[in-house]
């Protein structure tokens, strides 16, 4: 019987988490809302494999981002493994090292060779002319970063691939309704792919999806998500199992109601954050250029690793836990580090470097407060001023 299981929870009264303040917390609809969805799903007792909430969520997906077509799966990262098979990959493949490992590590699975671009100091973000001097004739594909949502240099992204007829591929995580030039920033490139993950600023538990802008990559990509399977006694590709479930299709149904209020949360805690840090000369910000952002994450760059290091762990004492994100650098991981070179030097990864030494993602969720931010800079200033 369900209600006999034991649960190694502590009791209401001793379970205290008020305290901490996390580096990001996930939104979660009002529980009637999703049990509303959980009585039909029960009442078809249709799990999975292109259920009827699967079909409506990329309905309202293509709506709430205008774009022409998009496909739901499992996770973020299969999103980008297919993003590969799909466009046929091989061997080089230009990309940052200043992005989450599932970038990287997505690249060596498909036995691809990363090559790494330098970013640019003040997005962030893959720059283009390190690309274009990095390009040989074994490269084939570009897969640039979005960076914590903000968009990067597309049209001169756009202009190297089409001079060099190599495929361009947007790793856009963080990247749900950000806009650049009042366009959805999932319209550039070959393909893009996003993460539904739980951390971010809209989520279905787990879960992802990708855009092409090619009819017959679309096509390709619906197969590669279901084993390639085109009916019963049909299988065109060796696909994979990246299918999102009704529960998880559910999630995203209930959680894009309310998004555009929850990412209006985020840009007044965003710019209090900018605020109450203006004064100082030795913190840097991120150079937004979408003309709407989702204000996903709150990177900030100290004057040195030092510095950095010292408000992190100071913090903590604090319970309040940001984020060295990204650090290290995924050059820097051991298995790269095992092939005994130093990558940061082979590609002259000096911003790069730099960037990743200092910055620091401060707590960002909806209902944080301003208060909580005004609590963090407050001791962020003490620290830096002692």
Known sequence: MAENIKLNIPDKDEYKVTDTINVTKPDIPEIEDYIKYLKE????????????????????????????NVIVV???????????????????????????????????????????????????????????????DETSAILAVHV????????????????NDIKLIYDSAHSFGV?????????YGDISTLSFHATKVFNTVEGGAI???????????????????????????????????EFQAAMGLCNIKIIEDKLKQRKELYDHYKENLASFDNIKFQKLIASKYNYSYMPVCFENIKVRDKIYSELIKDNIYSRKYFYPLTVN??????????LVQKYDLKVASDISDRVLCLPLYPDLGENVVDKITNRIKELMSN
């Open 74 to 136: 499992s996770n973020g990262t299969l999103a980008i493994h297919m993003a590969l098979k799909a466009l046929n990959i091989k061997g080089d493949v230009i990309t940052t090292p200043f992005t989450f490992s599932a970038t990287t590590n997505a690249l060596i699975w498909e036995g691809l060779n990363p090559v790494f671009a330098d970013i640019d100091s003040e997005t962030f973000n893959i720059y283009p002319s390190d690309v274009e001097k990095k390009i040989t």
């Open 211 to 245: 855009t092409a802008q090619d009819e017959k990559i679309l096509e390709k990509l619906k197969l590669l998500r279901n084993h390639g399977i085109k009916s019963e006694e049909e299988v065109l590709l060796p696909g994979t199992n990246a299918k999102m479930n």
């Open 41 to 68: 799903i029960w009442k078809n007792e249709w799990l999975t494999n292109d259920g009827e909430f699967l079909r409506l969520f990329e309905i309202k997906l293509k709506e709430h981002l205008k774009l022409r």
């Open 333 to 342: 991981y051991d298995y790269f580090k095992q092939r005994g070179q130093n």
């Open 179 to 187: 806009e650049y030039k009042k366009k959805s920033v999932l319209n």
């Open 148 to 163: 914590y949502g903000n968009p990067c240099y597309v049209e001169e992204l756009q202009e190297i691939s089409i001079e």
